[in-house]
């Protein structure tokens, strides 16, 4: 199972590029908490202060084309539909800004319904808000 996200961004690539492939932007509109790798083969680390429990979710960079896609996937995090789960970014030029497809890829079916998956969906969907809020504006709603 896939959650995917079909967004316009008015941005260039670049910017959009670096808002999901390093550390300042990360820390713009995901994690305010983190480390970033920013080479394929390296590993990232985001921090979250969930309700005054820490939440770490760790992730290895497999692919990164410069302003055109970048691919993490899940390592280690306590919610366990994550882990193996690939986070897709693609990135393509189009008229005013870019269009991006994000998705979260590899779900078990198991998950289908169950409270880990959807909570992630609904996450997912604060955190896309906040993405283009960053790129547009210079201001995401990072936790």
């Not at 970033?36 to 680390?45: I, P």
């Not at 409270?115 to 997912?124: I, N």
Request: with cysteine; aromatic share 10%; net charge negative.
């Amino acid at each position: 199972m896939d959650i995917t996200h079909n967004l316009h961004i008015k941005a260039d690539p670049e910017k959009i590029y670096l808002a999901v492939t390093t550390k300042d932007g990360i820390c713009g509109w995901w994690s305010k908490d983190c480390s970033v790798g920013e080479s394929e083969g390296e590993n990232s680390l985001l921090k979250f202060d969930k309700q005054g429990t820490l939440v770490e979710m760790g992730f290895v960079t497999l692919e990164l084309v410069p302003h055109k896609k970048a691919v993490w996937e899940c390592i280690s995090m306590p919610n366990p539909a994550w882990i193996g789960t690939k986070i897709h970014t693609e990135i393509r030029e189009s008229t005013n800004g870019c269009d991006v497809v994000f998705s979260h890829t590899g779900f078990d079916q198991k998950w289908q319904g169950q409270e880990p998956f959807e909570q992630t969906k609904a996450t997912w969907n604060h955190f896309m808000d906040s993405l283009v809020s960053f790129c547009e504006k210079g201001k995401g709603q990072p936790w």
